[in-house]
């Protein structure tokens, strides 16, 4: 039971952080039908910004409190990787708006591995220690542990998506959203901007990549060039799980998927007498998503037209 409980906290942070990611794929894809991939690389760049950010503060402010440090590396991170990705969709989308279908995925692989290929650049490939900014203290419930970190992942992703769900419905750039996803040309001919909308949507999404990428790198200790490949996969994998184009999918996929991982993990040693361990968790992402590809292409939700944004 301990294991199970241990395992379902695990499940939920890890969903959690594939949830913010994966509504950044959903919300620009609702809106231009544009799987973005590189995403994940914005994910990245933001994490690595914030070790920058957190390594030139400490030393010159050896007294400031972590959460201090960790507020000041989220403002500039989620400010780096707004700009860049706004610039993407600029240069690299923007032009293509109108191409066949193939042209801008090609297009997002090869920015993916630029992206990759950049920061490999500014930063060099080797892995990079996470500063510890909060408390190790672990919590004890019931016989299982959570980290500060981890409760701070779980209340941080519930924040943002009720801001999400609130910007998304009640305000006049949700509305503004909803239209272009719509029809881009009919929400034109009513006074929406259609490129401030779809630039929005990509500096939102861009927001909560790089909180997602802060949060990796303080669960994990770790930052490298290559960190947002997997969990950028898994996030469309989330979101193709939830329902594409669908918020609610985006956020049931990423939950649903970390805790099919995370249960995974830890019982595929038992399930298979030994023989796999629980480094093979990555395998029950993909299987989900080709389940859900074969059985169910629209996702458990499904994609519906005006839940785009």
């Not at 070790?51 to 201090?68: E, K, N, S």
């Not at 994990?220 to 669908?246: C, E, S």
């Amino acid at each position: 039971m301990d294991i199970f409980l241990q395992q379902m906290i695990n499940g939920l942070v890890l969903g959690s952080v594939y949830a913010l990611v994966a509504l950044g794929y959903t919300m620009v894809y609702g809106i231009i039908q544009l799987i973005n991939f590189a995403h994940g690389e914005v994910l990245m760049f933001g994490a690595l910004t914030a070790w920058t950010v957190a390594g030139v503060l400490q030393p010159a402010f050896p007294g400031m409190p972590g959460w201090v440090v960790l507020i000041i590396c989220a403002l500039v991170a989620c400010s780096t990787a707004a700009l860049l990705n706004f610039t993407i969709e600029k240069v690299a989308y923007r032009p293509l708006r109108n191409s066949p279908r193939l042209a801008p995925l090609i297009t997002a692989i090869g920015m993916s591995l630029l992206l990759q290929t950049m920061a490999m650049i500014i930063w060099k490939p080797n892995p990079k220690p996470f500063p510890s900014l909060l408390p190790v203290t672990p919590y004890e419930i019931a016989g299982a542990v959570i980290s500060p970190t981890d409760l701070l992942i779980l209340s941080m992703t519930v924040v943002l998506l009720v801001a999400l769900v609130w910007l998304v419905n009640y305000t006049s750039l949700g509305r503004a959203m909803r239209a272009t996803a719509e029809n881009p040309r009919v929400a034109g001919l009513m006074g929406v901007k259609p490129d401030v909308v779809i630039s929005a949507t990509f500096v939102i999404g861009a927001v909560l990549a790089a909180l997602a990428g802060i949060m990796l790198a303080m669960k994990y200790g770790t930052v490298q060039h290559a960190m947002g490949f997997l969990p950028g996969l898994k996030a469309f994998t989330a979101a193709v799980f939830g329902g594409i184009g669908n918020l609610a999918g985006a956020v049931v996929g990423g939950v649903l998927l970390g805790v099919i991982e995370a249960l995974g993990s830890g019982y595929i040693g038992v399930l298979t007498g030994g023989v796999l361990g629980s480094h093979y968790s990555e395998i029950f992402a993909f299987i989900v998503l080709i389940v859900i590809l074969t059985l169910r292409p629209s996702g458990l939700l499904g994609e519906r037209v005006a839940d785009r944004a």
